[in-house]
């Protein structure tokens, strides 16, 4: 058994020091490309400042064909590109059972590990999967001297590795969050949708059968849809916050609906998720408008924290008692508002105007 004491000492001579809390940097949206496609690959320098996260793709995406293809772009895209202060550049690598990943890992830290802030690890199953990563990458860390730790970011995809969440959150302190992966996970589950996220219009409740109609079973009757993932993400984001790392919805594939995704982006933002995915340019906008507080619920905050002084004893505000728990609710949102205005000059404004008028 490891010691606790030893948690945080590095895994390889010559490796950097573990970070002690992960850097809590906007990721309201992690934007996919394919580094192998060279039409996605050249509007890369176009995006930076304008989303939070570019990840170059590396595994289900990309052909085997172009698997190397895949990773020596990323090479050259990263060493060509300034991100920046504002856009972290992370990668997602292939499965840790496949021929590419060692590869993939060896590649990409010797030559580019310097700017790469995250890689991100396809159906994590339990704690080992990291605890192998992470000795790999205290190895090569080191070799390269690097001198600040790249994390690493699990994705859920698994029945098994929804068992072991919590274990896999706190199995290395470069674990910086974890992804919901719905459709492998669907897949692992046996469930029956062939979806990518979001919800399904067979996954309901009905409304009790009205009382004194003539067949009332078969009378028309409200149907309310459900939430599939409601479980797994609320769970995943007690792992998350337990641990202190990040927790994230997935991928949306229905890139038409754009109404249902940002349902399902809310969902996961109100339950406590801090990004999600985006596969495709009109995603990102949905992503930043649902993972930034609205300048209603940041001007509430404020007042709320004017209002209870010293954060004790309760007050009455615009007739709903505010307690010492609501207070702590909206210093998430004031929190939450601080880092993104920082990195972001039109919510900074929105922000900022939402506080006139304040206390009337």
Not at 36 to 49: I, T, Y
Not at 90 to 118: K, M, Q, Y
Not at 308 to 332: F, I, N, R, W, Y
């Amino acid at each position: 058994m490891r010691s606790p004491k030893d948690f945080f000492a590095p895994l390889a001579v010559g490796a950097p020091a573990p970070v002690r809390e992960v850097p809590a940097r906007p990721s309201r949206m992690i934007h996919f490309f394919d580094p192998s496609n060279p039409k996605m690959a050249a509007k890369v320098p176009d995006l930076v400042g304008t989303v939070d996260v570019l990840l170059g793709n590396l595994e289900d995406a990309v052909k085997a064909d172009n698997k190397e293809a895949a990773r020596q772009g990323l090479v050259d895209i990263a060493k060509a590109t300034d991100f920046g202060e504002h856009t972290q550049l992370w990668t997602r690598i292939n499965a840790l059972d496949s021929p590419w990943v060692l590869d993939d890992l060896t590649t990409l830290v010797t030559e580019i590990g310097d700017r790469l802030d995250v890689i991100m690890v396809p159906k994590v199953q339990g704690p080992e999967d990291i605890h192998y990563v992470d000795r790999l990458l205290a190895q090569l860390e080191a070799r390269a001297g690097l001198t600040r730790p790249i994390l690493v970011h699990a994705i859920l995809e698994t029945a098994r590795g929804v068992a072991n969440v919590e274990a896999i959150c706190g199995a290395s302190p470069r674990m910086q969050g974890i992804s919901l992966g719905p459709a492998d996970l669907a897949a692992d589950r046996r469930m029956k949708t062939t979806r990518v996220g979001g919800g399904h219009p067979g996954y309901l409740v009905r409304q009790d059968p009205p009382a004194g109609v003539e067949d009332a079973v078969n009378a028309e009757r409200t149907i309310y849809q459900q939430d599939l993932w409601h479980y797994t993400i609320a769970r995943m984001v007690d792992a998350c916050a337990m641990h202190g790392i990040f927790p994230y919805y997935g991928p949306f594939g229905d890139i038409k609906d754009v109404v249902a995704c940002e349902d399902q982006f809310r969902n996961a933002f109100l339950l406590g998720c801090v990004g999600t995915w985006s596969l495709h340019p009109v995603q990102i906008e949905i992503a930043k408008r649902v993972f930034s507080p609205s300048a209603e619920d940041v001007a509430h905050a404020r007042r709320v924290k004017a209002a209870m002084g010293d954060g004790t004893g309760a007050v009455m505000l615009d007739g709903k008692m505010e307690d010492d728990a609501s207070l702590k609710q909206c210093l998430v949102i004031l929190e939450l508002a601080d880092r993104l205005s920082a990195n972001d000059p039109e919510l900074a404004e929105l922000y900022a105007d939402s506080s006139d008028g304040e206390g009337e």
